[in-house]
């Protein structure tokens, strides 16, 4: 599959639109949420133009991918949202500036070590599982716990991350995860994809991770492996 730059372009700033609409709807500045591009599974090209587009925020679920798609990208923040395992997490701390699925201890311990080794502070956000439907998540009661002891270690907590249920109560799920948010700290709120990110932010996101509402669908089944 091949996408033209303008195609690219133009959804991007329908999307920049809408998201300000809603922002604003719901009394916030315009501009204060930010729009990540869920780049897996979509060629370095199309990565280009979200960026040429005014996208300056760029994700990644998988190691693999990244290595190939995110070297020497015009400037951007990269982000990590895949699942975090520990024998990948010093090439996850060498490639991505913000890693958003720290979702146990293990995970963070590994990636602070990582970053000391590298030299460089991380910033990291806490993925809670606010959904039945996701395998991964610490507990929203658990959160601020593990974000004390993540920035103990010298990471750089900057919020929370949550996934919303497929099916069910979604409103519950992002309001646990807004409350996690306001518990744990920071500047970051990572909630709302293409299916449900309007909700999000009507529920304090400040950032959507959009991939299918940008690139168009995805050409492969997801795996769930980073
Ligand atoms: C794939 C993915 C997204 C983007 O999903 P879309 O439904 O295509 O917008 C967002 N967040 C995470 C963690 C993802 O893995």
């Known amino acids: 599959m091949s996408l033209a730059t303008g195609t690219v372009a133009e959804r991007v700033a329908t999307l920049r639109e809408r998201v300000d609409e809603v922002t604003v709807a719901s ?5 204060s949420v930010a729009i990540l591009a869920v780049t897996k599974t979509q060629p370095r090209d199309a990565v280009l133009a979200a960026l040429d587009a ?3 925020d760029v994700g990644e679920s998988y190691v693999q991918e990244a290595r190939r798609k995110y070297d020497h990208l015009p400037p951007c923040t990269t982000h990590f949202v895949g699942h975090v395992q520990t ?3 010093k090439a996850i701390a060498g490639l991505f500036d913000v890693v958003q699925s720290v979702d146990r201890l293990e995970a963070g311990l590994a990636l602070a070590k990582a970053a000391r080794d590298a030299g460089r502070r991380l910033r990291v956000l806490v993925q809670v599982n606010v959904s039945p439907t996701e395998r991964f998540g610490a507990a929203p009661a658990d959160a601020p716990g593990l974000a004390a002891r993540l920035r103990d270690e010298g ?3 900057d919020g929370v ?3 919303g249920p497929l099916h069910g109560d979604v409103d519950a799920a992002f309001a646990a995860a807004r409350d996690a948010f306001e518990r744990v700290g920071g500047t970051t709120l990572s909630l709302g994809m293409s299916g449900d990110w309007e909700r999000a932010v009507r529920h304090g996101s400040t950032m959507v991770r959009l ?3 940008i690139f168009g669908p995805r050409p492969v089944r997801e795996r769930s492996l980073a």
């Open 27 to 31: 009394g916030r500045e315009p501009g």
């Open 54 to 56: 005014g996208v300056r």
């Open 161 to 163: 991350m949550a996934i």
């Open 211 to 213: 991939g299918t509402a």
């Open 87 to 89: 024998n990948k997490a």
């Open 155 to 157: 990471l750089a907590v």
